[in-house]
């Protein structure tokens, strides 16, 4: 069964806090993806990437960082974790012009 | 501007009973619209993919209508149960690159 795991279902951190993300992918993906999704916002693009080292913002980018240093694998770093960062992370992947594949999610909250 | 609204954006039903959830955008140009659904503190799962050319797909009890022409999509639920109780968002992509635009979503709750 083909799935994209993420590595956390719940985290609390505190205001300041450096935060990893991380996310796996078992399907042979090239294109890997971060939202994060907000009551009444859907879902908001943060960053993704197409190929290992390739990465591209999103619509949201700013407070975030990722990397990507194999195919399988994608990590969203928050570098001083702040409250407005409370939200639920997804990551997803897909083939180019397929649909995607989404993980279960990480609900991060920053007190 | 590039859209994807959904309505409306709760709704309530008894078990059993049809409902239908729409879906209007403004993405151009079009690739394709998928929905899926994501039950409550999970990631959301594909249900159906129509491309330009298709105007209905069906998954199950699920079935998703489009309408190219006045950029409009539906899904219709048939005999609900109450494991449908989810959201279901509509996504809408453009032709190539990676921009995709998300509905908010429709929140659904069947009852017993």
């Known amino acids: 069964d083909v799935k994209v795991t993420q590595s956390s279902r719940y985290l609390v951190k505190r205001t300041g806090e450096k935060v990893f993300l991380e996310c796996v992918q078992d399907?042979?993906?090239?294109?890997m993806f971060w939202y994060r999704q907000d009551p009444g916002l859907g879902l908001r693009l943060i960053y993704f990437?197409?190929?290992?080292?390739?990465?591209e913002k999103g619509d949201i980018p700013e407070g975030y960082s990722v990397s990507r240093e194999k195919k399988e694998r994608f990590s969203l770093i928050l570098e001083s974790a702040s409250t407005n960062q409370t939200s639920m992370y997804l990551c997803a992947s897909s083939r180019t012009g397929e649909g995607y594949t989404f993980g279960s999610g990480t609900r991060l909250t920053v007190v | 501007k590039n859209q994807v609204e959904q309505s409306p954006q709760s709704l309530i039903i008894l078990e059993g009973k049809n409902c239908t959830l729409q879906c209007n955008y403004t993405v151009s140009p079009f690739s394709n619209l998928r929905w899926y659904k994501q039950d409550t503190g999970r990631g959301p799962v594909s249900l159906t993919i129509m491309t330009f050319s298709e105007n209905t797909k069906s998954n199950g009890r699920y079935t998703a209508t489009l309408d190219a022409d006045t950029k409009q999509s539906s899904l219709h639920i048939t005999a609900s149960q109450l494991s449908d109780s989810a959201s279901y968002i509509c996504v809408v992509s453009h032709t190539g690159g990676f921009k995709t635009i998300f509905g908010a979503g429709t929140r659904l709750f069947v009852k017993a």
């Open positions: 990437s197409y190929d290992v080292k390739m990465k």
């Open positions: 399907m042979d993906h090239e294109n």
